[in-house]
């Protein structure tokens, strides 16, 4: 598959492998406890950003000094990658343990932002409030993601294969949240998310 260049396509995209070979049946079984493990560390870690505390200095950077520091950028990206392979393997989407440094299946690309230049000192203070139609729309589309995993949870039980359909739905809201987060919390663009799953 193609990715358009970063000057056309949207700063932040997700691309996961689809698992062209049978998954493991016996791991995918007893993915609810296999992945707690991983899920707590993913917690514990993502707490700062979830709560707003790894938001506000990004956001008062930018408003003051109109600047985004490239390791604090790094850091929100590869933690952004962690989170992602921890809950693809939730959602059973890859068989593999997921790895708190290696890509393994998960392709997350964020462009770096020019502060000066690319983003607007003053749209940090209301971004979130311009995501809520996101969120609304997200927080309908995750029951789909859930009732999706359930499904696919029985075909890869039975079969060892995750559907086709039903992989590229639970991939393209994962996306799609990826795109909020990196427009609303890491604020890495302003360029208003596109309403899709689709790339």
């Given at each position: ?50 709560s707003g505390l790894l938001t506000l200095p990004v956001g008062l950077m930018l408003l003051f000094r109109r600047k985004y520091p ?130």
């Open positions: 598959m193609t990715i358009a260049t970063a000057s056309t396509s949207y700063p932040v995209r997700l691309e996961i492998d689809y698992p062209d070979r049978e998954l493991n049946r016996a791991t995918s079984a007893l993915r609810a406890f296999t992945a707690l493990p991983i899920m707590v560390v993913v917690c514990l870690v993502s707490w700062g950003r979830s490239r390791w604090w950028f790094d850091w929100h990206v590869e933690l952004k990658r962690f989170e992602t392979r921890a809950f693809s393997y939730a959602l059973l989407l890859d068989d593999r343990y997921p790895s708190t440094e290696l890509e393994q299946g998960v392709h997350l690309t964020v462009d770096y932002p020019d502060a000066e230049r690319d983003l607007n000192r003053w749209l940090p203070l209301v971004k979130w409030f311009l995501a809520i139609p996101h969120y609304l729309i997200l927080a309908v589309l995750m029951v789909g993601v859930i009732l999706a995993s359930i499904g696919a949870w029985f075909v890869v039980v039975f079969t060892g294969r995750y559907p086709h359909r039903l992989f590229g739905y639970v991939v393209g809201v994962l996306r799609w949240e990826s795109r909020v987060e990196g427009y609303a919390f890491t604020l890495v663009t302003d360029r208003y998310p596109p309403f899709r799953l689709a790339p």
